[in-house]
DNA sequence: CTTCATTTATGACTATAGTCAGTTTATCTA
DNA sequence: TAGATAAACTGACTATAGTCATAAATGAAG
């Protein structure tokens, strides 16, 4: 009973769309299925069109056209609107960005897949910043889910990358791929930050990040 | 005339005690001295005894004895007063981190210093948490000042540590030594994230840090 | 069809960060 | 000292995220 849940969880988390031999989903769960769809939905449009801290809670409940106390129900607060609205999103481009196979320089690789993930979040970088805040300092539990979900994407996706190169004799690392991994996404994401928080331009955050990764695999830059 | 500052710049930035050689301080720079610390001093005292969340910025006001207003004419919100409480002494806690010489090796060194810092974020991991949030993530250009002046403090010591020991023959990097500063510092706030965030224990937190820190300076950990 | 229990929906309401038009206080000048 | 100007102060006010007691909808059982 701890840490009450509000509409189980959010429709079992965004779930799947008729799962063949499951239940024959009654007109209550496609009544919140659609619900959600449309609240989601909703926020997307909001966020994209007119930024996170100029869109309210109301606006996006007017918009999905259901009350105010409803839309709570569905998540438990606006930062969580916007985890829901990029979340799939966000770990789709990390997918992505790892599945292209290369017999590049493991530098390379890797700064081919931090640009991959970037070119996303550059799409809009206000969005991006609160991204980057919320998702990496989530406040309640149940958003612990999300972000490690798209971080073990993210690190084993790495870690595989680091293992293949070092397998086919293209670097030589003692030390556990997992590790060298979140020393990698560390580096990018504090690169990032530095870049959208307007503390470094494009080209400074692309040469620093370079140089960063280089000394974590210890290649020369 | 961008982004309006109050009282100039509150107050010079915590202005200096009466430096000598310069303006006589008149009544009004007094009282504005004065009614910044109590502003300061109340802060500090409520979120140490309540916590961030829950105090709220009627009480600060009314325990430094003035009105709503005022406040905001020395802090543009709530979290410029959280950062106000707090930097200086981050700041000295970093200074002092860096200011014990030692031969040890470089990989213990780091560890030290960053167990220093730990301690005093340690001593209140909600606070820690919103610091690490609202320190990186300053969304007023005010703050960046603030920020820039403790990394500055980080990267430099860090940069130090490391050409320091790989002049004495502890270490051998050819990279630019403030990448690499800024390779283990992002290590460090992203392992300290994962452990404040609960995603780490600290235990877990601490055997990871030596294991990036290692990797980053080509050390075995 | 008619209870009845359970789930879902609602909008008036609360709490609080931050604003602003109007007031007070300090300083300067004559 | 009086008057004028500028700086600093104020609390009633606004805006909005999130709550909660109540109402409506749904489905199960008889």
Known sequence: MAGRRNLETAVAETASVTEPGKAPLGRRERNKQEKLERIVGAARRLFHDRGFAETT?????????????TLFLYARSKEDLLV????????????????????????DQLVDVF??????????????????????????????ADITELLEVIHSGLADM????????????????????????????????????????RAQFLSHLRQHLAITIGSPA
């Open 162 to 201: 680091v293992t293949q190169a070092c397998a086919a004799g293209r670097c030589d690392l003692k030390a556990n791929p997992r590790r060298v991994a979140e020393n990698l996404f560390a580096n990018y994401y504090m690169d990032l930050l530095g870049w959208l928080g307007g503390r470094t331009s």
């Open 57 to 69: 809670t109301q606006q996006i409940a007017e918009e999905a056209d259901i009350g105010t106390g």
């Open 84 to 107: 829901m609205v990029f979340r799939d999103e966000m770990i789709e481009t990390a997918r992505a960005a790892f599945s292209k196979p290369s017999k590049a320089a493991l530098l």
């Open 115 to 144: 640009t991959s993930m970037l070119d996303y979040h550059a799409r809009d970088a206000e969005l991006a910043r609160i991204l980057l805040k919320e998702v990496m300092f989530p406040d309640a539990a149940s958003k612990q």
